[in-house]
């Protein structure tokens, strides 16, 4: 185990280890199945400066490299 920065320890495991991809795996379908999962590419949110509408990061990432802005609010 790594540690980063912050304290937190990171985990680096081999691209073959099977028995690590199949626990992740099974987590990620855990997390989806509790909606706990968002995707980057759709998902709503909304600029808390200019209470401008959003979709996905690409549109967040454009209008804060634009504005400046840096406050936004994930939307259902």
Do not use: P, R, W
């Not at 028995?19 to 706990?36: G, H, P, T, Y």
């Not at 690409?58 to 209008?63: I, K, N, S």
């Amino acid at each position: 185990m790594k540690h980063a920065e912050n304290g937190k320890e990171i985990g680096v495991f081999k691209t073959t280890d099977t028995k690590v991809k199949n626990d992740v795996l099974a987590i990620a379908k855990e997390l989806k199945s509790l909606n706990k999962c968002v995707d980057t590419k759709t998902y709503k949110i909304k600029c808390n400066v200019c209470y401008s509408y959003f979709k996905g990061n690409e549109e967040v990432v454009a209008h804060s490299k634009l504005t400046g802005h840096g406050n936004f609010m994930q939307l259902e």
